[in-house]
């Protein structure tokens, strides 16, 4: 039972259906108290840089605690954090300063934990039976989990509102659903979350606890910037979502305004997350039997016509078909790629590479939104549309023809399963081989 999938599954799940629910929730409290929706704009803006801020040292953390422990604590402190939003408003009152206190606590310590849950993944991957396509299995249900959790989050909390209203009560509802999440957590087998432990490195490596902390970040960007496959599935994602984050929060909701159905809106979002769920769950039932290259091609091939019909604007239910086929062609190379990452990736840092590109994916559609604003304004929504399937295209057509991704199939040794402890410093950790032609820089 401590093995099992289905708890790593629920404890994901639940982490993330608290933070739908409280992404719905804050900024209409913040509305609530303050009436000012410029309140609302600055908090989340806070929170965003502050998860990506925090994105920069999370990995650090997670190589050198246990990976167990730093989920369930980030659940307990994010919990908390959402129940201190009542006490404060009964003795203080709760004003900006108080609201941006406790986002930015919330945000800063789900980061380590969300990085700390995905290492816990291929730990139980290793630790249960073996077999042929398991690791694509699990990372697919990941994938599908995430997907359900993007439209069933957001959504439960509006219904939550609508039932119980801005009161206390349903403030102790969100962060149930964290403390729930961290209590799942502590049900996993133990020696998922063991950390290797360090090699001393050789005579004259760095010495002292800062200089080796900005070591081991260094050391974790270097391996990202050299790996060519996981830079690549790095900048693959980093382009598709920057993109993405350009459509979903201008392009498409002045495209629906203009077309006066602004209620569509949204459906965009619903079109992506319900293809993607068809898509993981797909590809997780033909793991181990349909290529992965074969998948990643036909998931380049979907993006590239999905952003051509987004991009396009032919007509509404154009925009919400092509949104729904990226979904479902995308999510299946999605998760090949998060598989190849994790096999390229050794144990002992791979908290600090999933940190580094977690903070590259956050930081990627901070420079794209304001540029294509500025081409819609400039030219008009139909060149920027047009802008944005060009790059989505270009990411696409570079990502087939990477040498990177040509032999997404070859024999994989991964990281050997953690045992009863951690490995010992006379025999350190050997990264994974990855038997991808001149896969390293």
């Known amino acids: ?110 980061v380590p934990g969300m990085t700390a849950q995905e290492t816990l993944l291929p730990a139980l991957a290793r630790l249960g039976p073996a077999r042929a396509g398991r690791l694509d299995r699990l990372v697919a249900t990941r994938e599908t989990v995430g997907s359900v959790l993007l439209l069933a989050g957001p959504g439960l909390g509006g219904l939550l509102v609508g039932l119980l209203g801005l009161s206390p009560l349903l403030m102790l509802v969100t962060a149930a659903t964290s403390l729930l999440a961290a209590l799942t957590t502590l049900m996993l087998d133990p020696r998922a979350g063991l950390v290797p432990r360090r090699d001393p490195g050789p005579a004259g490596a760095p010495t002292g606890a800062v200089r080796l902390a900005l070591a081991d970040l260094a050391a974790g960007w270097r391996f990202l910037g050299r790996t060519r496959l996981v830079l690549g599935a790095t900048l693959v994602t980093s382009m598709l979502v920057a993109v993405l984050s350009a459509l979903q929060s201008t392009l498409m909701p002045a495209y629906f305004t203009a077309e006066e159905l602004p209620e569509l809106t949204g459906l965009t979002l619903s079109a992506i997350a319900a293809g993607s769920i068809a898509g993981s769950a797909v590809y997780a039932a033909s793991a181990g039997r349909v290529r992965r290259r074969t998948w990643f091609v036909i998931g380049m091939a979907g993006t590239l016509l999905g952003f051509g019909a987004v991009g396009s604007m032919a007509s509404p239910w154009v925009v919400l078909g092509g949104a729904a086929l990226l979904g479902l062609t995308y999510a299946p190379a999605s ?82 399963a953690p045992a009863g402890s951690a490995p010992d410093d006379s025999a350190p950790e050997e990264p994974a081989r990855i038997a991808v032609p001149d896969l390293h820089a």
């Open 1 to 110: 039972m401590r093995r099992s999938a289905a708890v790593y599954f629920a404890s994901y799940g639940l982490s993330l259906l608290g933070k739908g629910i409280a992404s719905v929730v804050m900024p209409l409290l913040v509305l609530d108290r303050t009436g000012d929706v410029l309140a609302a704009g600055v908090l989340a803006t806070a929170a965003t840089a502050a998860s990506a801020a925090m994105g920069l040292v999370s990995g650090l953390l997670v190589d050198r605690v246990d990976r167990r422990t730093v989920a369930v604590a980030s659940d307990l402190l994010a919990a908390l954090s959402v129940a201190a939003l009542p006490v404060v408003d009964a003795f203080w009152g709760l004003d900006l300063a108080w609201f941006l206190l406790l986002a930015i606590a919330g945000a800063v310590v789900r």
């Open 335 to 416: 998760a090949v790629l998060g598989v190849l990452t994790i096999e390229a990736t050794p144990d002992a840092m791979r908290g600090r590479v999933l940190g580094a590109q977690n903070t590259v994916m956050l930081a990627a559609p901070a420079v794209s939104s304001a540029p294509l604003a500025a081409v819609a304004a400039a030219a008009g929504l139909p060149a920027a549309g047009a802008v944005v399937a060009v790059i989505a295209g270009a990411t696409a057509i570079a990502a087939l023809v990477a040498p990177a991704f040509r032999s997404l199939d070859a024999p994989r040794v991964e990281d050997p």
